[in-house]
């Protein structure tokens, strides 16, 4: 698609979002409290820079922030935690330098920054709020002075049907009300913004697409090399040599989530990938398998029962529109030999369809009317509509429950034990959109897993109507299930996620762990299908030393973290686990739920005996970086030579929704809620 079609396409998303989110949307920003009438910092500079290469993508986060004011002041940063991402390096600038944070356990980060702040020397601190947010506090910014923080956090990539995603979150998922009370937000860059993204894939990439950003400029360097880049990009580099030559800079609201879509080649093969680190010396190395299937999985021909389950909750107030339009998009690719059910909740449970009906243009019509003219109140019962919708699934039929919310449960049954009790009493797959940021995500991809079903999240700069659409056509396959990755011929140990569960129709495994020596291996992948075993295997080679990806290291530990949290989670405190996490987060240098990152000047570092772990790991990083950036793209695909699907075996299917049906729906469906906000 040319230049002038995409930006046409953008500016439609751009309406609509704007029109549906305007009045109502949170931003992520620098927050004041309004205790004391303390008045507002100002954020001079925001600047992201992203690189999604060997499997993950890495965002580098850059701000500064002001104080026009006579008073010292402490300046509180917030943003929703992004899908999956480990912080790795909080660097803050003291007297004129960066330094970089390390970890310490939670409640001695804040006791030394709270030390340092009360005796009036620069600290920074960053700190996770569970599920919802990294709050960064930073003091004291002085009169009439600005800051500067540097944050880096690292995330697994995945892709579905051929379609990868990208999310920077920057809006406020509204869920904590106590929050919003207490604070007051501060979302405006005043002089400085820049969004880059370079994308260096081993595969080849079609497209890329950012739905609500119609002022991006792509550039395609080649099919694995693509670049994007939107804000005031020249103003950066201005005010990093020093010379803002006089002009005036343009200001930006972080009140929009930044959604990057792109869409990998038609045709490629299903592969088995493999991702190593292991230093000179080391024993141990840490590896990402990737394992795209290409096995095409049969259309199932009976028909199913459809449980819409949908929050109308008083926190899905910008989000609702959204909901209603992708249940629509959702109904509308049923087969007619299916039957659907609505259930809503907020503080209680209200059944829209009384039963279940067939899927028609006249119910899908009449019910997607009756859900337009509701408004969202109250508070979240999510217990009460999950055993709603189970108690009326039909034994006789195969059944899938869909759950939209926020997630964030605060009515009636709140405990995550009695969720996952509900869900062993059913043998039916639940499959659950997570929507806006700060939603409680451990909760509901836990659910999705242990259903066998899967969990999808949705910014609000989504287009939850193709995300729906993906999900009716995976359902309408076979899928694997008690899905196992098994190794030989070298010692593996310590995978992380321990369960994979279920595998639908172009999604992907992506697995970590650790390996001892080195030279060639074999990895099984099986599962069952229709009660039927198959099993696929690839050779693989481990190498005795490779340096090139030191991010491995926490990414591993992030997934075996998560483990961790899910079976704290579900079974209740365990202070074994909840130690394991604190010990893996201080070996790894990571900010978790137990442990936060502190900066203070070098020399309280040395006067505190705090070692410069992190420091160390942050340098190594960096170079790795610089030198991939110098490199060629580079292949990591393991069975070329003896393909573990086939020769004739395909990742992403054609037919059906596919990559190019799915990727077709995400480009009409602003156009499609444009012609009908007309039409109304």
């Known amino acids: 698609m040319n230049f002038l079609s995409r930006t046409i396409s953008g500016t439609v998303a751009g309406l609509i979002v704007s029109a549906l989110f305007s009045a109502t949307v949170h931003a992520a920003g620098l927050m004041t409290p309004v205790r004391g009438n303390l008045p507002q910092l100002s954020i001079r500079e925001h600047h992201v820079d992203v690189v999604i290469e060997d499997g993950y993508a890495i965002t580098t986060v850059e701000q500064v922030f002001a104080n026009p004011h006579d008073d010292a002041l402490e300046a509180i940063y917030s943003f929703p935690v992004p899908q999956k991402a480990a912080v790795g390096e909080f660097t803050y600038w003291i007297d004129g330098k960066p330094v970089t944070g390390e970890v310490l356990e939670k409640q001695a980060a804040r006791d030394l920054y709270e030390q340092e702040k009360a005796q009036g020397r620069q600290a920074a601190l960053t700190e996770k709020d569970e599920y919802r947010t990294f709050d960064i506090s930073v003091y004291p910014v002085l009169p009439n002075n600005d800051v500067r923080i540097r944050l880096v956090y690292i995330q697994p990539v995945h892709t579905d049907l051929g379609i990868g995603r990208y999310v920077y979150p920057l809006q406020e998922g509204g869920v904590d009300e106590r929050r919003m009370n207490f604070w007051t937000y501060n979302s405006t860059v005043e002089e400085a913004f820049s969004f880059n993204l370079q994308m260096r894939s081993s595969y080849p990439v079609d497209e890329f697409r950012l739905p609500a950003h119609p002022q991006v400029m792509v550039q395609e360097q080649s099919p694995q090399d693509w670049r994007l880049s939107f804000g005031n990009q020249q103003a950066k580099d201005s005010i990093e040599e020093g010379d803002t030559g006089g002009q005036v800079l343009a200001s930006h609201n972080l009140d929009e989530d930044i959604v990057v879509y792109w869409r990998h080649a038609q045709g490629l093969p299903g592969a088995v990938d493999l991702v190593t680190h292991r230093e ?97 109140d109250g508070g979240t019962n999510l217990y009460a509509g999950l055993q709603r919708g189970y108690r009326l699934l039909d034994a006789d039929r195969p059944s899938a429950v869909i759950l939209v919310t926020d997630g964030v449960a ?122 039927e075993n198959r099993t696929y295997t690839s050779e693989l080679d481990f190498p005795k030393v490779m340096e090139r990806n030191p991010e491995l290291e926490r990414l591993w530990a992030y997934a075996a973290i998560e483990d961790l949290q899910n079976r704290i989670d579900y079974l209740g405190t365990d202070a074994d686990s909840r130690q394991a996490i604190t010990d893996i987060a201080l070996e790894y240098d990571l900010v978790t739920n137990y442990t936060s990152m502190i900066v203070v000047a070098e020399d309280v570092f040395e006067a505190q005996g705090i070692d410069r772990s992190n420091k160390t790991r942050v340098e190594e990083e960096a170079s790795a970086r610089k030198q991939r950036a110098a490199q060629p793209v580079k292949a990591h695909r393991q069975d070329s030579t003896t393909p573990a699907f086939g020769n004739s075996s395909r990742a992403y299917p054609s037919n059906g929704a596919g990559s190019v049906g799915l990727f077709g729906v995400l480009l009409l469906l602003p156009l499609l809620l444009l012609t009908r906000s007309r039409r109304a």
């Open 280 to 376: 000179e010396g080391e024993k141990r190395g840490t590896f990402m398998l990737t394992v795209t299937p290409g096995d095409d999985l049969g259309l199932l021909e009976q028909g199913r029962d459809w449980v819409f389950v949908l929050d109308y909750s008083g926190s899905m107030a910008g989000k609702y529109q959204t909901l209603v339009e992708g249940v629509r998009e959702g109904l509308d690719k049923l087969s007619e030999r299916d039957r659907f059910q609505i259930i809503l909740f907020n503080n209680g449970v209200r059944e829209v369809t009384s039963g279940y009906v067939p899927v028609n243009q006249q119910n899908v019509e009449r019910y997607i009317r009756e859900l337009e003219a509701i408004t969202p």
């Open 410 to 531: 605060n009515v009636g049954v709140t405990e995550r034990k009695d969720f996952l009790r509900l869900l062993e009493k059913h043998d039916v797959r639940l499959f659950s959109f997570v929507m806006g940021n700060s939603a409680n995500r451990p909760l509901l991809e836990g659910m999705a897993t242990l259903s066998n079903g899967f969990s999808v999240n949705v910014s609000n700069n989504d287009d939850i109507g193709g995300l729906l659409v993906q999900a009716a056509d995976k359902l309408k396959y076979e899928s694997y299930r008690d899905v196992e990755v098994k190794f030989s011929g070298i010692k593996v140990k310590e995978l992380a996620p321990e369960r994979i569960g279920s595998l639908y129709r172009g999604q992907q495994i992506i697995l970590f762990g650790h390996y001892w020596g080195d030279g060639p291996a074999k990895v099984t992948v099986g599962g069952k299908v229709l009660g």
